[in-house]
């Protein structure tokens, strides 16, 4: 019971900006057919949003405009559509069927180009609006990597690379994005974090494979270490410190010492070493106590010691959060194991453990045979225990499935949010040129996740239907305009490629008639597009009910 409320209540609230953005689309795309039959002289008799009975309708001239009762989808019905029906002369001027191929052909084509133009519209809306992207600012530089050997720091803010100007992450990518195989030399103009003046480092760029799999370029020029990442100021608390004994627990993020804000967690120690240890020391947190739902802020002061000649992160009793548990799966062989939440791990298999890596690397390496010897440190006693890890199916970030051994555990993740800023341009044509930009980069993806799913390097369970749209179009709405704008534009652009695809019942499937009908000089038989009808809206159905069946296992954890 309690999963059907789940599915009900993630359904209904995701109702009303569902129907505002699948109905703009639609208005959007049946307007591009019903205007160009317009032009090409085709009597429009129907224009309507929605299908099934009419719940409001208005008629003007020849055309009647509806709104149906069921919100997914819409038509235009022209006059004249069936083949083979005999008319007069006098009708044969206004019917759809009667107009020449190359009409046809464009009336079929506005739909989706509408799509794609709207798109570049909303885009350009963004663009004008503002938008929020990326700081090119670097992350956790590791001292071990290229990057610091180069002269890259933590903090630095990426002016320039190769004379072009950056002022996003996303442009440092681009930069970096290469058709071929080929190293890059980069000249790049770093301002030090807390600098003033810039610096200039030379570094050769490797060419590796792209991590993104849905880019059109094959390579990215790497320069191993360079990364935006940053791990957060999210603490995990030793039971016995004299922080946890006022208050502090796991989990509690950091954003203030004695009133100086820090952001990393590279900041910590930088800033307890400047504080005097004989003063009293305050702590500002944001974490969550019994019964909270969200973060608030929490203050924690603690009293000069004798004993603690400075401050320090282990002096404190603070340690990075990575290493405890925030969830234990249930059924999960770390829950038959005796795991539970807030347990601090410590070695698998006598391998210390430094960080979440190194958990996810033993267990992956388990050779399937004896079970894995895991220490955790819980309530300030050490627990040794065995677990089995099971071969489970995991979803990567960029959408492929991973078969890979899991014990079913999760960490209190340490991880900083990046930098960003808000991107805006009041310039017209700027705007419409960024609209443009990022529609095809859109468009781009759009194909190449079709590519990639082909190629089996995507999973078909990303594929999502009524439900997924609903949820994307609630979530970012709740976000701000903003996102739901952009949103939308990116459904637009599916929606042009979709009704693209040469499949019989799609405007992709009339257009593949229509190419044969040019090049034959003579239409298809009616019964073989019948035939060719019946296949594609079996194939259609079969696609929404697989992409509707992925929204419930989804939802349901299933």
């Known amino acids: 019971m309690e999963i059907l409320l789940n599915v009900l209540h993630s359904g209904l609230s995701a109702i009303i900006p569902f129907v505002v953005l699948l109905g703009i689309l639609i208005f959007v795309h049946e307007l591009g057919h019903f205007l160009v039959a317009r032009w090409c002289g085709v009597r429009v008799e129907v224009f309507s949003l929605g299908f099934g009975k009419k719940i409001l309708k ?31 002369e006098e009708d044969k001027k206004v019917a759809f069927t009667h107009k020449t191929v190359w009409q046809r052909i464009a009336v079929v084509l506005a ?15 963004v663009a004008m609006i503002g938008e929020d992207a990326k700081m090119p600012v670097l992350g956790d530089i590791n001292q071990k990597t290229a990057a610091y050997e180069a002269g890259f720091r ?51 760029a490797k060419a590796e494979a792209n991590p993104n799999i849905l880019s059109s370029y094959s390579f990215m020029a790497n320069v191993d ?32 010492i004695n ?16 504080q005097n240890p004989k003063d009293t020391l305050t702590i500002e947190v944001l974490g969550k106590r019994e019964g909270d739902k969200v973060d608030k802020p929490i203050t924690v002061t603690m009293a000069a010691l004798e004993s603690m000649k400075t401050f320090s992160l282990s002096a404190l009793g603070l340690e990075s959060s990575e290493l405890y548990l925030s969830k234990v799966m249930d059924n999960s062989p770390a829950k038959a194991a005796g795991l539970k939440e807030g347990d601090r791990l410590v070695s698998i298999n006598s391998v210390t453990l430094a960080k979440w890596d190194d958990v996810i690397a033993n267990i992956k390496s388990f050779d399937g045979k004896n079970p ?36 079913g555990i999760a960490p209190v993740v340490n991880i900083a949010m990046p930098e960003t800023l808000v991107v805006r341009t009041l310039n017209p044509v700027a705007a419409v040129a960024r609209g443009a930009e990022k529609t095809w980069d859109v468009t781009v993806m ?43 534009a990116i459904i637009s652009v599916n929606l042009f490629i979709l009704n693209l695809l040469p499949v019989p019942v799609l405007d992709g499937g009339h257009l593949v008639f229509y190419t044969i009908e040019v090049i ?32 419930f296992t989804r939802i349901l954890g299933l």
């Open 446 to 488: 759009t194909v190449m996740s079709f590519v990639r799913l082909f190629q089996a390097k995507i999973s078909p369970k990303n594929i999502g239907g009524v439900i997924s749209i609903g949820q994307a179009a609630s979530e970012t709405y709740k976000i701000g305009i903003t996102q739901f704008l952009q949103m939308m």
């Open 225 to 256: 270490g360079l990364t935006p990442m940053s791990s957060g100021t999210t603490v995990g608390v030793i039971g016995n410190s004299p922080l946890y004994a006022l208050g502090l627990r796991t989990g509690d993020s950091i954003t203030a």
């Open 154 to 204: 933590s903090g630095d803010t990426i002016v320039s690379i190769n004379d072009t100007p950056i002022s996003t992450w996303e442009e440092i990518q681009k930069t970096l994005s290469l058709k071929e195989q080929q190293d890059l030399h980069l000249d790049v103009v770093v301002k030090h974090e807390g600098a003033q003046e810039t610096s200039k480092i030379a570094v050769n």
């Open 259 to 274: 009133g100086q804000k820090v952001a990393y967690w590279r900041d910590l120690d930088a800033t307890l070493v400047k």
């Open 372 to 407: 894995v010897d895991i220490k955790v440190l819980r309530e300030g006693q050490t627990v040794d225990l065995k677990i089995t890890p099971k071969m489970t199916t995991q979803m990567t970030a960029m959408g492929s499935e991973e078969k890979r051994y899991t014990i």
């Open 520 to 551: 034959k000089g003579a239409p298809l038989s009616l019964r073989k597009m019948e035939i060719a009808q019946q296949v594609g809206m079996a194939l259609l159905m079969s696609l929404m009910i697989f992409a509707l069946f992925n929204d």
């Open 58 to 88: 208005y008629k003007k001239g020849d055309t009647t405009y509806a709104l149906s009762i069921i919100p997914l989808g819409g038509y235009v019905k022209m006059f004249g559509e069936q083949p083979g029906v005999e008319l007069s």
């Open 111 to 125: 739909g989706p180009l509408m799509n794609f133009f709207f798109a570049i519209v909303i885009f350009m809306a």
